[in-house]
């Protein structure tokens, strides 16, 4: 039981609060988190039943890019467990765990958030694309935010949306903990389209 307990403060604490009322909480004020190592698909599947997640895992093969997560272990990597969850009211957050075949750890955790449609309003058009982007802009912020308070300042950082503006932009940050855990911050955008997307890979090599 008390595996457990510490392996469920790694999902949740890990995931940088996937539903609502997590969004304002300080993210990785518990260090029980720190029982990555241990984390397995099994667990995840219980836990994200518990949260009533919709499972979208794909019937095929996914394979995460190096660009994302380095695999210097060489980690044979199944298809993704992959969940999806709202975030009210911005955000539709897609979470996917990418584990080994032979062990069946947890290797990254790779989350992804999309502007959450609504039904009586057209995001298309051009007078919602500057609220859009602030929205996005604030999670992105947010979730810096958290990072540096637990890993320290990043140590790699890019920042295109200044320099940008006909194209898509990539802003990232790196960060490395002392013990081996990375977190791996991005966000795509377009001015002109108003299209918005950001990412988060938590891994250890």
Not at 23 to 32: M, P
Not at 84 to 98: A, G, L, R
Not at 119 to 134: A, C, D, G, L, V
């Amino acid at each position: 039981m008390k595996r457990m307990k510490s392996t469920r403060y790694v999902v949740i604490l890990t995931l940088f609060a996937l539903t609502s009322c997590m969004t304002n909480r300080l993210i990785f004020q518990d260090k029980k988190f720190n029982t990555f190592d241990t984390l397995d698909v099994k667990t995840v599947i219980k836990l994200e039943k518990q949260k009533r997640s919709k499972d979208i895992t794909p019937d095929h093969l996914i394979e995460i890019g190096e660009g994302i997560y380095p695999n210097k272990s060489k980690y044979i990597l199944a298809t993704p467990k992959t969940y999806e969850i709202k975030e009210k009211p911005n955000f539709k957050v897609e979470t996917e765990y990418f584990y080994g075949v032979n062990d069946g750890l947890v290797k990254v955790i790779l989350c992804q958030w999309d502007y959450l449609q609504k039904n009586n309003s057209n995001s298309f058009k051009k007078e919602n694309y500057t609220k859009k982007s602030k929205t996005f802009q604030t999670k992105f912020e947010t979730l810096t935010s958290q990072l540096t308070k637990e890993f320290g300042e990043p140590f790699s950082k890019s920042i295109e949306q200044d320099k940008i503006k006909d194209k898509t932009f990539r802003d990232d940050y790196k960060f490395k903990r002392a013990d081996g855990l990375n977190a791996y911050l991005f966000m795509f955008g377009n001015d002109n389209s108003g299209y918005r997307q950001i990412r988060l890979a938590i891994y250890k090599n």
